[in-house]
Protein backbone atom coordinates (compact mmCIF):
# COMPACT_ATOMS: atom_id res chain seq x y z
CA UNK A 1 0.00 0.00 0.00
CA UNK A 2 1.69 2.97 -1.26
CA UNK A 3 -0.99 5.71 0.04
CA UNK A 4 0.04 9.38 -0.37
CA UNK A 5 -1.17 11.41 3.06
CA UNK A 6 -1.54 14.97 2.09
CA UNK A 7 0.10 17.14 4.36
CA UNK A 8 -0.78 20.72 5.44
CA UNK A 9 1.99 23.45 5.50
CA UNK A 10 3.09 22.43 9.30
CA UNK A 11 3.18 18.84 8.37
CA UNK A 12 -0.43 17.73 9.83
CA UNK A 13 -2.12 14.94 7.35
CA UNK A 14 -5.70 16.89 6.66
CA UNK A 15 -7.99 14.83 8.61
CA UNK A 16 -5.80 15.54 11.94
CA UNK A 17 -6.08 19.30 10.57
CA UNK A 18 -9.77 18.47 10.25
CA UNK A 19 -10.23 17.09 13.26
CA UNK A 20 -8.16 20.39 14.89
CA UNK A 21 -10.38 22.83 13.34
CA UNK A 22 -14.06 20.83 14.22
CA UNK A 23 -12.40 20.80 18.08
CA UNK A 24 -11.46 24.15 17.85
CA UNK A 25 -15.03 25.50 16.53
CA UNK A 26 -16.14 22.94 19.33
CA UNK A 27 -14.06 24.88 22.26
CA UNK A 28 -14.73 28.38 20.97
CA UNK A 29 -18.47 27.88 21.42
CA UNK A 30 -17.88 26.60 24.88
CA UNK A 31 -18.77 28.86 27.67
CA UNK A 32 -16.30 28.23 29.69
CA UNK A 33 -13.13 28.02 26.90
CA UNK A 34 -14.76 30.47 24.92
CA UNK A 35 -13.06 33.34 26.56
CA UNK A 36 -9.64 31.51 26.43
CA UNK A 37 -9.31 30.68 23.12
CA UNK A 38 -10.51 34.28 22.19
CA UNK A 39 -7.68 35.47 24.19
CA UNK A 40 -5.12 33.59 22.57
CA UNK A 41 -6.38 34.27 19.00
CA UNK A 42 -6.49 38.13 19.65
CA UNK A 43 -2.94 37.76 21.33
CA UNK A 44 -1.64 36.26 17.72
CA UNK A 45 -3.69 37.16 15.08
CA UNK A 46 -4.90 40.91 16.83
CA UNK A 47 -5.85 42.62 13.04
CA UNK A 48 -7.49 39.04 11.66
CA UNK A 49 -11.46 38.70 11.25
CA UNK A 50 -11.06 35.51 13.32
CA UNK A 51 -10.01 38.05 16.06
CA UNK A 52 -13.36 40.27 15.86
CA UNK A 53 -15.39 36.81 15.89
CA UNK A 54 -14.58 37.32 19.57
CA UNK A 55 -15.57 41.08 19.95
CA UNK A 56 -18.30 39.74 22.42
CA UNK A 57 -15.10 38.98 24.91
CA UNK A 58 -14.15 41.75 25.03
CA UNK A 59 -17.81 43.23 26.16
CA UNK A 60 -18.00 40.38 28.78
CA UNK A 61 -14.77 41.16 30.18
CA UNK A 62 -16.05 45.59 30.13
CA UNK A 63 -19.50 44.22 31.92
CA UNK A 64 -17.73 42.05 33.97
CA UNK A 65 -15.32 44.72 35.47
CA UNK A 66 -18.17 47.12 36.04
CA UNK A 67 -20.29 44.30 37.92
CA UNK A 68 -17.17 43.74 40.06
CA UNK A 69 -16.15 47.12 40.71
CA UNK A 70 -19.84 47.93 41.83
CA UNK A 71 -19.97 45.02 43.80
CA UNK A 72 -16.40 46.50 45.83
CA UNK A 73 -18.47 49.41 46.04
CA UNK A 74 -21.30 48.38 47.45
CA UNK A 75 -19.58 46.31 49.81
CA UNK A 76 -17.34 48.93 50.91
CA UNK A 77 -20.60 51.28 51.56
CA UNK A 78 -21.68 48.49 53.73
CA UNK A 79 -18.64 48.33 55.70
CA UNK A 80 -19.03 51.73 56.19
CA UNK A 81 -22.57 51.48 57.68
CA UNK A 82 -21.26 48.66 60.01
CA UNK A 83 -18.72 50.86 61.34
CA UNK A 84 -20.55 53.67 61.70
CA UNK A 85 -23.20 51.83 63.97
CA UNK A 86 -20.43 50.32 65.95
CA UNK A 87 -19.05 53.92 66.56
CA UNK A 88 -22.08 54.88 67.80
CA UNK A 89 -23.08 51.85 69.76
CA UNK A 90 -19.74 52.35 71.63
CA UNK A 91 -20.25 56.01 72.06
CA UNK A 92 -23.80 55.39 73.91
CA UNK A 93 -21.90 52.64 76.44
CA UNK A 94 -19.67 55.62 77.50
CA UNK A 95 -22.38 58.39 77.64
CA UNK A 96 -25.27 56.15 79.06
CA UNK A 97 -27.55 55.70 75.83
CA UNK A 98 -29.10 58.52 73.38
CA UNK A 99 -30.42 59.73 76.30
CA UNK A 100 -27.90 59.55 79.16
CA UNK A 101 -30.27 57.44 81.17
CA UNK A 102 -28.41 54.07 80.70
CA UNK A 103 -25.50 52.09 82.23
CA UNK A 104 -21.90 54.42 81.73
CA UNK A 105 -18.87 52.99 81.24
CA UNK A 106 -15.64 54.44 81.07
CA UNK A 107 -12.68 53.90 78.71
CA UNK A 108 -10.95 51.49 80.05
CA UNK A 109 -14.37 49.56 80.69
CA UNK A 110 -15.09 49.92 76.74
CA UNK A 111 -11.45 48.26 76.14
CA UNK A 112 -12.53 45.62 78.33
CA UNK A 113 -15.42 44.84 76.43
CA UNK A 114 -13.88 45.00 72.97
CA UNK A 115 -11.38 42.89 74.32
CA UNK A 116 -14.20 40.21 75.68
CA UNK A 117 -15.84 40.78 72.05
CA UNK A 118 -12.54 40.04 70.09
CA UNK A 119 -12.07 36.82 71.81
CA UNK A 120 -15.29 35.68 71.80
CA UNK A 121 -16.19 37.07 68.07
CA UNK A 122 -19.01 39.21 69.12
CA UNK A 123 -19.36 42.31 67.15
CA UNK A 124 -22.76 43.48 68.40
CA UNK A 125 -21.58 45.77 71.57
CA UNK A 126 -25.44 45.23 73.25
CA UNK A 127 -23.86 41.71 73.76
CA UNK A 128 -21.02 42.81 74.53
CA UNK A 129 -21.35 44.70 77.42
CA UNK A 130 -24.12 41.65 78.75
CA UNK A 131 -20.96 39.40 78.48
CA UNK A 132 -18.51 42.11 80.37
CA UNK A 133 -21.18 42.37 82.89
CA UNK A 134 -21.39 38.62 83.60
CA UNK A 135 -17.48 38.60 83.97
CA UNK A 136 -17.61 40.76 87.03
CA UNK A 137 -17.52 40.07 90.43
CA UNK A 138 -21.15 40.37 92.38
CA UNK A 139 -21.81 42.94 94.02
CA UNK A 140 -21.39 42.86 97.58
CA UNK A 141 -24.93 43.71 99.06
CA UNK A 142 -23.73 43.76 102.91
CA UNK A 143 -23.30 47.05 104.46
CA UNK A 144 -19.57 47.43 104.88
CA UNK A 145 -18.17 47.88 108.62
CA UNK A 146 -17.35 51.92 107.75
CA UNK A 147 -20.68 52.98 107.55
CA UNK A 148 -21.13 54.93 111.12
CA UNK A 149 -24.12 53.99 113.17
CA UNK A 150 -27.04 55.98 113.20
CA UNK A 151 -29.19 57.04 115.51
CA UNK A 152 -32.34 55.18 115.64
CA UNK A 153 -30.63 52.43 113.57
CA UNK A 154 -30.34 49.98 115.95
CA UNK A 155 -33.64 48.48 117.71
CA UNK A 156 -34.41 47.58 121.15
CA UNK A 157 -38.11 46.32 122.47
CA UNK A 158 -39.93 48.92 123.86
CA UNK A 159 -42.03 49.04 127.09
CA UNK A 160 -40.91 46.14 128.22
CA UNK A 161 -42.71 45.86 131.18
CA UNK A 162 -46.37 46.24 129.43
CA UNK A 163 -45.09 43.93 126.91
CA UNK A 164 -44.46 41.32 129.08
CA UNK A 165 -47.38 41.64 131.33
CA UNK A 166 -49.92 40.98 128.28
CA UNK A 167 -48.74 40.99 124.66
CA UNK A 168 -51.85 40.66 122.83
CA UNK A 169 -53.28 44.43 124.73
CA UNK A 170 -49.97 45.85 124.47
CA UNK A 171 -49.87 44.68 120.31
CA UNK A 172 -53.20 46.30 120.00
CA UNK A 173 -52.61 49.63 122.02
CA UNK A 174 -49.12 50.11 119.95
CA UNK A 175 -50.96 49.18 116.86
CA UNK A 176 -53.49 52.12 117.49
CA UNK A 177 -50.96 54.50 118.50
CA UNK A 178 -49.24 54.23 115.29
CA UNK A 179 -52.32 54.20 113.04
CA UNK A 180 -53.14 57.51 114.69
CA UNK A 181 -49.77 58.84 114.48
CA UNK A 182 -50.09 57.96 110.58
CA UNK A 183 -53.42 59.25 110.03
CA UNK A 184 -52.27 62.38 111.70
CA UNK A 185 -49.45 63.33 109.42
CA UNK A 186 -51.69 62.98 106.08
Same mark, same amino acid.
Given at each position: ?? =??? &????????? /????????????????????????????????????? $?????????????????? &??????????????? &??????? /???????????????????? =????????????????????????????????????????? #???????????? #????? $????? #?????? =??????
Amino acid at each position: MN =ETV &QRTKRGLDL /ATAADLADLLHELSHDKETRKAIGKIIKQKKPDSPHA $AAFSDIDIEDKFEEFTRK &QEEKELMRQQEEIVR &QMNAKRA /ALITGGPDGSGPKYTEDQVK =EIESLMQKKGITDYDDGKVLYAATLPPIDPRPGTDIPDVHG #ATWEFPEWAKFG #ADPVK $ASRDT #AHTVIT =EFMRKR
